[in-house]
Each structure stands twice: as structure tokens, then as C-alpha cells.
């Protein structure tokens, strides 16, 4: 039979096939997984690799990426593969990892704590008879490898790879269960109970169901959760989801603000490559998704990245020159979400961007090999257009002036790293609340402690799913107006 020899830095595997095979797939049987942010359709360029021997001629896509492309280039016989060297994700967001106080607690004298995120995943290590937590841990979400949004998965899904992601999944979250239990010193075994959270497509595809609700209007999920299960060989609570694309991290995060429990009209906002915007106004939860895509999460974007060593996560004017800073202070390997943002509020202060968002040159030099190019700018336009519309939509739905929110919580791991500042300078947060901003990290993983502690608060989500009112914005003329207002950058 034929083999692939697949190269990464020192290391080296191979893998036999029998007949002609796209190179990303034997890639992940050999578990060499690669990026495809595009779902595969070879727009993105991500999956950029050196390869010879027996294989398919460049298509249309690879010719005009100027590069073989994992997701397009088929093996057809002996051939040898050079990945790019994996790179740790320095950033993911944990929770707050606080002291906790048991109620009733699920059973076992160990349990876990999980988001599951579109992007990255998350696990914190309880005991539940004090309440301490043992241990954090978190990793990239392995399906990323198929695509970078839940649009692209639910396709994928749909097509035949149903099986492919649910396992994955759950062998990468066995794999946090047991690094987290081996920091803690404790035999994995003995970890009895899950609250695992996420967004309502990251549940559907971990439990094994069909998205096809979810793949077409009108986005009517046919299962909101709320319910125990067994996953991983172990008890499972899975939160309540508000809606079909607003998930049980919303509601996670919701309970970790007490944001419900205050009479104060205020706003949550998880920026991500889908947007979930809650607000609470005069006893009243109001509910809306907004499709940012995968520009803040650094897919999508020319010189994109995660939070790898050598992402530009900050970047700053001074005497009219750009600086830079990268994580770990690596030489610039690409632009991960908070630089991006950063970075086009200090060329639009330079005024090397205008209000339409136009550069007089099509591309931005900012360090050797890494630039902004026109298009990445586009892209941050319609992700920071959705956000702010669909943030102005929710208020316009209740009657709400934007005067009005006392506070402003910014939730998940992008926020975390966002500079509040430069956030506003490009309209991604309506500049009024930038001085509301109360940014409270992973609540998502916080309320899933609660949870896993406190079985009685799983009532409190059951009323907020039942209560929640979910403003629309697919069709909603407000939001299609303002939507194309906040295309520009505000002067």
C-alpha cells in the first residue's frame, strides 16, 4: 500500500491508504490535524503545506493561494508532507477558579467544570465537598481542524462528519479530564460528575444530534437541553439553552453576572465568531445572536492567528508610530484577535484608514511577514458592524436608550484581552458604554461551576429559558439599517 510520510519539526509519522485520498484526511487519521477556518472549500489559505510525490496537480484554489492546500491536494500514491510547526494557545480564557460553597452538589467527590467553545475549551477540576477548585486546563477545540464557525461544522456535520466531530471532541475533552486530574493529583476514575456548557451547535454536535434544525430557517432548534446525561463515562449536566444560537454559555454566563438578579437595566455581551447579547430592562430578559465570524478569533484574516507565541496582541501609538507588542514576546508570527482591533484603531487615529474603511495602499506592513491587508479590514467591518448593530437592535426591542445600561458585562476570551479603548474607537462597542464595561472573563466556565455545586440553581435557568424573550434579527429592518451604518468608522 502506499504511504504519506508526514513531517512536523523533529517529528515524523506515517500512514498507508489503499486508493486516492484527500491529504487533510489522511492527516487526521495520522492525528496531524491542520486549520481549515474556510470549512475546507480552500479560500482561506490556512492550510498551506509543503508537499511532494504522488499527488493530485495544483487546483484553481491552490494556484491562486500560490501554495498546496491540505483541504484540496489528493494523494495518490508514496508522497511526503511538511506540516508547519503547532504552536501552544498562550490565552485561552479560564474561569475565575474561586472558592465555591457546596449545596448540593452533583454526586462524587469530584467533578468538572467544561465549556466548550467554539474555538477553544476549557475545564476546571473541582472537589465538591469543599468546593475548592484543583485544577485548570484548556486547549484548542480540535474542530477547528474542519472549520473555524458553526455554520461550517453544522455542514460538515450534515455531509458525513457527524461521528468525526463528536468524537473528537470527546476525546480531546477525556484528554483535559486527564491532565487536570494528574495536576491535581487524583486518579480520573474518581471524577463522577460533568456540567459541561457551550453554544447550542458545540452541544448538538457533542452529543451526537443532528443540526439540521439549525442548518435553515426558521433556526428553530428541536432540543434545548437542560438535561442529565451520560457522557465520557460519567454523569453529565448540560445546561438549558436560551435559544437556537443563543446557548447554554449565555445562560451560564448570565448566572455567574447575577445579572438576573439585579434591578439595574444592564448588557452581556460574548464577542465571538457568534455574538450573544443579553439584556435585562425593567425585569425583563431580552435575547439576540448576531454571525460576527471567525475575524476576532484570528480566522479569516491574511496574517490571522490564535494566541500563539508571536501573535501581535497590542499595538499603540506613540509620536505617530506604531508599536508593537507580541505574546511572550516572540518575534511576530501573525495578528490574533485583540491586535487586530488594536491595530486598525491606531491606522484609523493615523488616518492611514478612513471612516469607509479604505487604505490608500491595499496592504499594511506591521512587522517582517506579517501585514493588515484591505480585505482584513472588510472583514473586521462586517464582524464589528454585527456586534453593534445587533447590541443597538436588542436596546431598540425593549425600549431601552442605550442611557439607560448601568453596566455593560464583557464575557468569553476575546473580551478578556480587548482593549476597551480601542474597541470603541472602531465601534465595536457603542462608544456610550465604554465606560460601562465590566469585563468578567469565562463566566460561561464560572456558571458551570456554580452548577456543579449547586444543583438548586438549575431551577434559576429553567426560569430564564421560559422568560427570555429573543429578539430576531435575521429580517428585522432596524437591525439591516443600522447594520449597514456601523459598516463605517465612526470620526
Known amino acids: 500500500m502506499p504511504t504519506l510520510t ?3 519539526g523533529p517529528q515524523t509519522a506515517s500512514v498507508t491508504f489503499t486508493g486516492p485520498e484527500k491529504l487533510s484526511s489522511l492527516l487526521d ?10 470549512g475546507g472549500r480552500g479560500i482561506c489559505g490556512k492550510c498551506a503545506v509543503m508537499l511532494t510525490g504522488n499527488s493530485s496537480s495544483p487546483n484553481s484554489a491552490e494556484e491562486r493561494c500560490g501554495a498546496r492546500l491540505s483541504c484540496q491536494a489528493v494523494i495518490l500514491g508514496d508522497a511526503e508532507v511538511i506540516l508547519p510547526q503547532a504552536h501552544p494557545m498562550m490565552q485561552i480564557e479560564g474561569g475565575s ?8 452538589a452533583m454526586p462524587g467527590q469530584y467533578g ?3 465549556d466548550v467553545g467554539t474555538t477553544t475549551l476549557a475545564l476546571q477540576l473541582y472537589d465538591l465537598h469543599t468546593g475548592r477548585c484543583l485544577a485548570c486546563t484548556s486547549m484548542l477545540n480540535p474542530q477547528t481542524g474542519v472549520a473555524a464557525d458553526v455554520i461550517g461544522r453544522i455542514d460538515a456535520a450534515l455531509h458525513g462528519g457527524a461521528e468525526q466531530l463528536r468524537t473528537g471532541m470527546e476525546a480531546a475533552l477525556e484528554a483535559l479530564l486527564h491532565t487536570a486530574a494528574a495536576q491535581a493529583g487524583v486518579p480520573s476514575g474518581d471524577v463522577e460528575s460533568l456540567v459541561i456548557t457551550g453554544n447550542t451547535t458545540m452541544l448538538y ?6 443540526p439540521e434544525s439549525l442548518s435553515h430557517a426558521p433556526f428553530a432548534a428541536d432540543h434545548l437541553f437542560g438535561t442529565e446525561c451520560s457522557l465520557l463515562g460519567r454523569r453529565c449536566y448540560l445546561p438549558p439553552c436560551l435559544h437556537a444560537f443563543v446557548g447554554a454559555d449565555t445562560a451560564c454566563a448570565l448566572l455567574a453576572s ?3 438578579d439585579q434591578d439595574e437595566t444592564a448588557l452581556l455581551c460574548d464577542i465571538g465568531t457568534n455574538g450573544e447579547i443579553a439584556l435585562r430592562h425593567k425585569g425583563q430578559l431580552y435575547i439576540a445572536s448576531t454571525a460576527a465570524g471567525p475575524a476576532f478569533e484570528g480566522a479569516g484574516v491574511s496574517c490571522g492567528c490564535g ?6 496582541d497590542r499595538v499603540d501609538v506613540t509620536d505617530e508610530q506604531l508599536h508593537i507588542r507580541t505574546i511572550a514576546g516572540e518575534t511576530p508570527a501573525g495578528l490574533c484577535g485583540s491586535g487586530l482591533v488594536d491595530v486598525i484603531a491606531a491606522l484609523l487615529k493615523l488616518e492611514i484608514i478612513d471612516e469607509t474603511g479604505a487604505m490608500e495602499d491595499h496592504i499594511y506592513p506591521l512587522a517582517p511577514g506579517v501585514t493588515l491587508t484591505q480585505q482584513d479590514v472588510r472583514a473586521v467591518q462586517l464582524a464589528k458592524a454585527a456586534i453593534a448593530a445587533g447590541t443597538a437592535s436588542l436596546l431598540q426591542a425593549a425600549g431601552c436608550s442605550v442611557g439607560e445600561v448601568r453596566t455593560m458585562y464583557l464575557a468569553g476570551g476575546f473580551g478578556s484581552h480587548l482593549s476597551i479603548s480601542s474597541a470603541a ?6 462608544p456610550e458604554l465604554a465606560d460601562k464595561i465590566q469585563v468578567i472573563g469565562n463566566a460561561a466556565l464560572d456558571g458551570a461551576a456554580l452548577l456543579l455545586t449547586d444543583t438548586t440553581l438549575r431551577s434559576k435557568l429553567t426560569a430564564m429559558q421560559q422568560s427570555a424573550h429573543h429578539v430576531r434579527l435575521d429580517g428585522n429592518p432596524y437591525f439591516s439599517q443600522r447594520y449597514v451604518e456601523e459598516m463605517l468608522f465612526a470620526q
Open 307 to 312: 494566541s500563539i507565541p508571536g501573535a501581535i
Open 258 to 260: 447575577a445579572m438576573p
Open 29 to 38: 487519521k495520522a492525528g496531524y490535524s491542520t486549520a481549515h477556518p474556510c
Open 112 to 114: 468538572a467544570a467544561i
Open 205 to 210: 454536535l457533542l452529543t451526537g444530534r443532528s
Open 97 to 104: 477558579s474561586r472558592m465555591l460553597t457546596p449545596v448540593h
Open 425 to 430: 474607537a472602531i465601534g465595536l462597542i457603542l
Open 6 to 8: 508526514i513531517h512536523r
